[in-house]
């Protein structure tokens, strides 16, 4: 390629600039229930809705403050340093705890106060054996994402060198960890050294060995549940309280599949057949717009802007005009519904129910001799055993 050849042909790589300057990754704020939940499906991968059964046993017990809060932000006279004291019993972090204590400890970043309870907070010192597995896996990370938000920040030096190779200009970067900060205690969150060589400011290189690498860009995969929690949060579908529930439910319902180890929902048959039936009568239904402006009414009742009578009106009249529409419309569904699956009416009314293995839809028996099974979707004609 022309952009390959011209830089393999140039002789020296000319340094344009080196600039360091020192860089940090903040430590996390306190911890939230969506938060909680979306950390406990992508790294912990325990489901949202056995994730708030955890958290609430763990809350009845004393071990956590209240598992349901929007909150991340500490009240003003909240006992940090009371809280932490708790912890340096530990046997897995109480010598960090020690060592945090008498260094001082850092003020929590300032998130968002919503009003309700203090952030998920660890209130008794539990030990691996004192509860059950997964309970202990959910207390662990409750723990240790409060040590950290009163933790240093994780600090290094980053290094940026700009290099112009036969009029191209190519950017090379690294970085040096000063001080890991919370990390210690997040370990997972930990930064490593990038290693990029010592280049002098105005300074010529030989050019060695000039490759140029291909790629290409890949669809997106399925939503894992930790992105679906997110992309709820954003568009106010649900809240603290009932976004696990939500989600468990178009599993119970079949409407999507999880896959255990990814942690990410795979639309079923069922789950896209409805999609597209409520997509053709009223996409309203479906869209994330509904719930959230029903969620902004029940804001607007609790900031005295509207009335609760008013609310409830609106919104009946609203559902009821949508309903008819709906009732009206239902034929759109029905042709859906008969193109993706197979009406049992139509396979024969025979108690012997099988599916084509091209197309997945029911086969019709068919009794006159010789015995078999068509499928009139395909035209495809299997013979069974005769006499057997």
Request: with cysteine; glycine share 6%.
């Amino acid at each position: 390629m022309l952009f390959e050849h011209i830089v393999a042909s140039a002789k020296n790589a000319h340094v344009l600039s080196v600039t360091q300057k020192e860089g940090s990754k903040p430590r996390p704020l306190p911890l939230n229930t969506v938060d909680l939940m979306k950390v406990c499906s992508s790294q912990l991968k325990i489901g949202p809705h056995y994730a708030m059964q955890l958290a609430e046993r763990l809350y009845i017990h004393g071990h956590i403050s209240y598992p349901r809060t929007e909150s991340t932000v500490y009240p003003e006279h909240f006992d940090l340093v009371g809280t932490l004291k708790i912890q340096r019993n530990s046997s897995l972090w109480g010598d960090y705890v020690d060592s945090l204590l008498q260094k001082g400890i850092q003020p929590p970043k300032k998130g968002h106060d919503a009003g309700d309870h203090p952030p998920i907070t660890p209130m008794d010192l539990v030990q691996p054996n004192d509860v059950g597995a997964d309970e202990w896996r959910v207390y662990e990370y409750i723990c240790r994402h409060f040590i950290a938000t009163v933790s240093p920040d994780s600090k290094f030096y980053k290094t940026k060198v700009m290099i112009d190779i036969g009029g191209e200009t190519f950017k090379a970067s690294g970085k040096r960890i000063i001080s890991p900060g919370f990390t210690l205690i997040m370990p997972w969150l930990s930064q490593k050294d990038e290693q990029i060589s010592d280049f002098k400011d105005k300074t010529s290189y030989p050019v060695g060995d000039v490759t140029l690498h291909e790629g290409k860009t890949s669809p997106p995969d399925y939503l894992t549940e930790a992105e679906l929690i997110s992309l709820m949060e954003k568009h106010g579908i649900g809240t603290d309280a009932s976004i696990a529930v939500h989600i468990n439910n178009i599993c119970v319902r079949n409407y999507v599949r999880l896959d255990a180890n990814t942690r990410t929902l795979i639309p079923t048959h069922l789950g896209i057949a409805l999609v597209n039936g409520y997509h053709k009568i009223d996409p309203d239904l479906v869209l994330p717009t509904v719930r959230s402006h029903i969620e902004k009414q029940i804001d607007s009742i609790a900031r005295g802007v509207a009335t609760f009578d008013d609310v409830v009106q609106h919104s009946l009249e609203n559902f009821l005009r949508k309903f008819e529409y709906f009732i009206a419309n239902i034929a759109k569904m029905d042709q859906l519904f008969e193109a993706s699956f197979t009406p049992l009416a139509s396979t024969g009314g025979s108690s012997l129910k099988t599916k084509c293995g091209l197309c997945k839809r029911y086969m019709r028996f068919i009794p006159m001799k010789p015995s078999r099974l068509y499928c009139p979707t395909c035209e495809e004609t299997y013979n069974l055993p005769q006499n057997g």
